[in-house]
C-alpha cells in the first residue's frame, strides 16, 4: 500500500477510530472467556462509502450498519490487527500511545498461548489497563468477571502455607 494510504487510514483511525482488547464469554473455552481483539473504524451510515474504501484497501474485516445511524468497519484476530497496527503506527499522532501498547500486548498474548489460569487472570488484568485508553460506555465484562468464573470453576488454587511441622503434630486416638 502506498504511504498516503497508510497516513490518511492512520488519520481515520486517530479521529473516528478505535483500538480494543475485550475478554469475550466463551462456553466451550476452558476459562470461560477469550480475549479478543479489534480495530473499529465508524462513520454515519449515509457516509459509509469512506468505510467501504478503507475496507477495500486494507483488504479484510467485515461492516455492519447499526441501529444509531452508523456504521462500523472492525477487524478482529490477532494478526490481523497487529497487520493493521503496523501499516499505520508510523503516522498515528493521537493513538500512538494506543499503538504501542497494543501491539506490546498483542505479542504479550501470543508469548502466552496455552496460559495458566493465573497467567490467564493477569493477562485480562492488562486487557482491563488497556481499556482505560479508550471511552467505554458499554465495557462489562473485565477481569474481576473473569477470575470470579476461574474461581468457581476451582481453577485458581489459593496459596498456602503449611504452619504445622508435621514432626510435631500429635494425633489423637
Known amino acids: 500500500m502506498e504511504e498516503t494510504t497508510n497516513a490518511y487510514i492512520a488519520g481515520f483511525l486517530d479521529g473516528d477510530g478505535s483500538i480494543m482488547f475485550q475478554p469475550i464469554e466463551r462456553k466451550g473455552y476452558i476459562y470461560g472467556y477469550q480475549i479478543r481483539a479489534s480495530v473499529c473504524f465508524y462513520q454515519k451510515t449515509n457516509h459509509k462509502d469512506g468505510l467501504i474504501w478503507l475496507k ?42 494506543h499503538a504501542e501498547k497494543a501491539l506490546k500486548l498483542l505479542c504479550t498474548i501470543r508469548e502466552n498461548n496455552r496460559p495458566t489460569p493465573d497467567k490467564f487472570l493477569s493477562l485480562a488484568k492488562l486487557v482491563d489497563s488497556y481499556a482505560s485508553l479508550n471511552y467505554s460506555k458499554k465495557k462489562k465484562n473485565n477481569a474481576k468477571k473473569v477470575e470470579d468464573f476461574l474461581n468457581r470453576k476451582g481453577l485458581l488454587i489459593p496459596v498456602t502455607t503449611d504452619s504445622c511441622n508435621k514432626d510435631e503434630m500429635v494425633l489423637s486416638s
Open 56 to 97: 477495500k484497501q486494507i483488504g479484510f474485516g467485515y461492516i455492519r450498519d447499526r441501529n444509531d445511524g452508523v456504521s462500523d468497519y472492525t477487524i478482529v484476530g490477532y494478526d490481523r490487527v497487529e497487520e493493521v497496527l503496523k501499516l499505520v503506527q508510523p503516522y498515528v499522532v493521537f493513538k500512538a500511545v
